[in-house]
């Protein structure tokens, strides 16, 4: 069954540093999404991606968050100087069309620790 | 985006159903009402989706009450592997790739 891939599995950095988080989409799907969840809260959504551009971002997804479809595979979330409150758990997520009827594909994540 | 009101916790024998409930109350008339869990250290799963009926899959059954201010997530036989953290979510239609918003969900812990 085709499914969602996040690399890496874990990233340690330090506090100010640049970070990329990379997914793979499932190969069919065309709309793509980040979502975090900071150790015993909710999850949060932060962006969702079509068509080589963000349809809808959330408050937290500020400027100092991009992201980026460069090949045909690869969604990339980057955090240009990464905060202590950055640390979380980092969901990619995929869905055939975008419209609410439909189901969305999570991976595994990413742990973000930002030291 | 509609709230949701969830039990926090709820407990179940193996083999039993377990009857998982929801309140949307401001739910919107074109919202589909999601439910996903996150078993222990995974990503959120998708379990089921429903408008206005009533709907099965192989993993569960979904109750919408008439007015659709709250559902029900039907598991009939817990096992083990539900103990999960489960989350209902009211998506907007918004034409365009439509994000979930999630509560805190409601922790099933399935007994033997």
């Known amino acids: 069954e085709p499914e969602v891939t996040q690399t890496p599995s874990h990233q340690v950095t330090q506090m100010g540093q640049e970070v990329i988080l990379r997914c793979v989409p499932i190969?069919?799907?065309?709309?793509f999404y980040w979502y975090r969840q900071i150790l015993g809260q909710k999850v949060e959504f932060l962006v969702s991606?079509?068509?080589?551009?963000?349809?809808?971002k959330s408050e937290i997804f500020d400027d100092q968050f991009s992201v980026e479809r460069p090949d045909g595979s690869n969604f990339t979330l980057k955090i240009r100087s990464t905060k202590l409150e950055d640390s979380a758990m980092y969901f990619c997520?995929?869905?055939?069309?975008?419209?609410?009827?439909?189901?969305?594909?999570f991976g595994p994540g990413t742990r973000l620790t930002v030291l | 985006d509609a709230k949701t009101t969830q039990p926090n916790s709820m407990e179940s024998n193996e083999e039993e159903p377990v009857h998982l409930p929801c309140n949307h109350s401001t739910i919107s008339g074109t919202d589909y009402i999601h439910w996903y869990r996150q078993l222990p250290s995974q990503g959120p799963e998708y379990v089921i989706h429903?408008?206005?009926s009533n709907v099965n899959n192989r993993m569960a059954s979904l109750a919408i009450a008439e007015d659709r201010k709250s559902s029900t997530l039907i598991l009939h036989r817990a096992t083990l592997r539900d103990a999960a953290v489960y989350y209902c979510?009211?998506?907007?239609?918004?034409?365009?790739?439509?994000?979930?918003?999630f509560g805190t969900g409601t922790r099933l812990q399935v007994t033997l």
């Open positions: 997520a995929s869905s055939e069309t975008g419209g609410s009827y439909n189901e969305q594909f």
């Open positions: 429903g408008l206005t």
């Open positions: 991606f079509y068509n080589n551009e963000i349809s809808e």
């Open positions: 190969s069919n799907h065309l709309y």
């Open positions: 979510t009211p998506t907007l239609n918004t034409g365009t790739a439509s994000k979930l918003t």
